[in-house]
């Protein structure tokens, strides 16, 4: 058996995902992140305030990727398409470690850029698989790092290919697409609201749906998956 990940291969795949499943990904999105850009639109630069948003945005983003997990789960399993409603009530039930693997993991990122930019780079790619590992295998929020450690393991150049080819997709959509269009529209803080909800609303599925690609490719080939 091949027990190397193949970098096209799972690139063809998140992009299909995206373009057939875009009906339950995008909605659910454009809901949760528009609430993130009001938020950030209303409070303001002042420190307390800004808390608020941050905690609005360690629970949004990881709950989001988990939603995506669950949806791409139900595919690797041949389950009968559940309903937006079921999907998020089946994430909710992760959404504490979830949310706490999040924060450690931003934590490690900081930790790699103080230290030096190679350390980050490298937590970014053996820790890519936290959120389906916890929402597949649940296997608590400190293991979760290990186990998506064990599974990158051999293909780390492979996963940060993936995982780099993704950022340059959301930074191309985010940062020389909708930015501009932004600035040029104008700069009333309700069209940098909608314009900042709209371009989550298209960026957040793509990482997500990395992570959850990743995951089970990565779990076919490796030989203690369950």
């Known amino acids: 058996m091949n027990r190397k990940l193949a970098v096209g291969a799972a690139l063809r795949e998140v992009w299909a995902l995206y373009r057939t499943h875009a009906r339950r990904l ?3 999105s454009f809901v949760l992140f528009l609430t993130v850009a009001v938020v950030d639109g209303l409070i303001g630069t002042e420190f307390p305030l800004l808390l608020i948003g941050f905690a609005i945005s360690t ?6 990727e988990g939603f995506v997990v669950t949806l791409v789960q139900d595919l690797q ?4 398409d559940r309903s937006i409603g079921e999907l998020l009530r089946a994430t909710i039930l992760v959404l504490l470690p979830l949310v706490g693997a999040g924060l450690l993991f931003l934590l490690g990122i900081f930790v790699g850029v103080v230290l030096f930019v190679v ?3 490298v937590a ?4 890519a698989l936290i959120s ?3 929402v597949v295998e649940r296997p608590g929020v400190t293991k979760a790092f290990s186990r998506s ?6 293909n780390g150049w492979r996963v940060f290919g993936v995982v780099l080819a993704s950022f340059l997709a959301v930074f191309f959509i985010a940062g020389i697409g909708f930015k501009p269009i932004a600035e040029a529209i104008s700069s009333e803080p309700l069209v940098q609201v909608a314009l900042d ?9 793509i990482a997500a749906l990395v992570a959850a690609v990743l995951y089970f490719r990565l779990r076919q080939i490796d030989p203690s998956a369950p």
């Open 119 to 121: 350390p980050a780079l």
């Open 59 to 64: 629970v949004t983003t990881p709950f989001y």
């Open 124 to 127: 970014i790619t053996v820790w």
């Open 197 to 205: 909800a709209v371009t989550s609303t298209l960026v957040a599925p």
């Open 26 to 28: 995008l909605p659910v």
């Open 132 to 134: 389906p590992v916890i």
């Open 149 to 154: 450690h064990e599974l990158v393991r051999g």
């Open 77 to 80: 399993d041949d389950r009968p």
